[in-house]
């Protein structure tokens, strides 16, 4: 009796100890680590628990939303050609204070001057950090019942690595303008990475042991040859983008991806558009459109004294208006016409 006494002792001692020892720890990486945090734009965003984050409603004029909860002018569900446009924050419009600068807004309006007797909706459901797999949960939860004629996803090079910086479940921040990310973790895993300090820094160190973050920039993109980080990173990126795609033609919808250029590439267009070709090729094999605008803003860059971009990647009202023209000519061209007659 006595020995079974002691045993069950013992086991009570080595699990005191071990909660002791390690509620030190976790005490220990509160008071010591600091978490990577990125507040840049907060506010702009609520939390969503299938999105991660979603357009928080705004009626401010230079933010303002619409009844879907987009930075959009209110919503024509009449509209005789809807297109949707999936983006991120070139499409939301960062930079940009006036939404009739937004090449989503400049589109419509070239629309309805082109085709006068017929009105035209272009949903703009760009979200600032969005990638593919967000595009793609708002098509497959929220777009898709839009009825769209034409879908556009806009693609932005940094799609490719952006969750991987974004969302703490892959070794991101775990705070992405203002949210908590890994809210969006599930399971005991999302529990531990909410709840202990511990068990997110050996997560974080243990990804970036295997994972080169630094490799992930655009830049990195534009080379011939591609770290084990990148090739799986493409990997999971167009296995989102062919998810779109599938869904786009199980609703008999033409898709088009727009593939918006960074500014470092105008300067060497053909030594860097890797990106480009590797896009193109995929989204071609499958039946979708692709609008390359890395060519046409060379060429436009040929007009000085105007930018077209306010920093590395967001495009000018100039950019927007560029791309506004380029595929409203596509449209003229093969598309519009179908739902013009």
């Known amino acids: 009796m006595r020995t079974k006494t002691n045993n069950l002792i013992n086991i009570l001692l080595v699990f005191v100890s071990t909660f002791v020892f390690l509620f030190i720890i976790e005490i220990s990486f509160r008071v010591i680590w600091t978490p990577d945090e990125n507040r840049s734009i907060s506010g702009f965003v609520i939390e969503d628990p299938e999105l991660v984050w979603k357009l928080k409603p705004q009626s401010i004029k230079e933010l303002k939303t619409n009844e879907l909860g987009l930075r959009d002018f209110p919503y024509n569900k009449n509209a005789d050609v809807k297109i949707l446009v999936l983006g991120d924050s070139i499409t939301w419009g960062h930079g940009i204070d006036d939404q009739q600068f937004l090449y989503t807004s400049i589109l419509e309006t070239l629309l309805k001057e082109k085709h006068p007797n017929k009105s035209f909706e272009v949903i703009n ?21 839009l009825n769209p004629d034409i879908i556009i996803l806009q693609f932005c090079l940094n799609d490719i690595f952006e969750p991987y910086l974004t969302l703490a479940s892959l070794g991101g921040d775990n705070q992405f303008l203002g949210i908590d990310t890994r809210k969006a973790a599930e399971g005991i895993f999302g529990w531990l990475l909410q709840h202990s300090a511990a068990f997110e ?7 970036w042991i295997v994972k080169k973050r630094e490799e992930y920039s655009a830049k990195k993109l534009c080379q011939n040859s591609l770290s084990n980080e990148l ?20 609703n008999n919808t033409q898709i088009i991806v727009l593939i918006a250029p960074y500014e470092f590439q105008l300067s060497n267009p053909v030594e860097t558009n890797q990106p480009q070709k590797i896009l193109t090729n995929f989204s071609n ?25 306010i920093d590395e990647n967001h495009f000018s009202r100039l950019g927007h208006y560029i ?13 519009v016409a179908n739902f013009t007659h």
């Open 231 to 250: 090739i799986q990173a493409w990997d999971k990126t167009l296995n989102e983008i062919q998810l779109i795609i599938n869904l786009a033609r199980q």
């Open 285 to 309: 094999m499958r039946g979708a459109v692709v609008i390359d605008l890395l060519p046409y803003f060379k060429e436009a860059e040929k007009i000085k004294g105007t930018p077209l971009f």
């Open 323 to 335: 791309t506004a023209k380029v595929i409203a000519k596509y449209f003229d061209e093969k598309l």
């Open 201 to 207: 820094w050996g997560v974080k160190r243990a990804i």
């Open 125 to 145: 459901s760009g979200v600032p950090g969005y990638s593919t797999f967000q595009e793609r949960i708002y098509l497959e939860k929220y777009g898709i019942a």
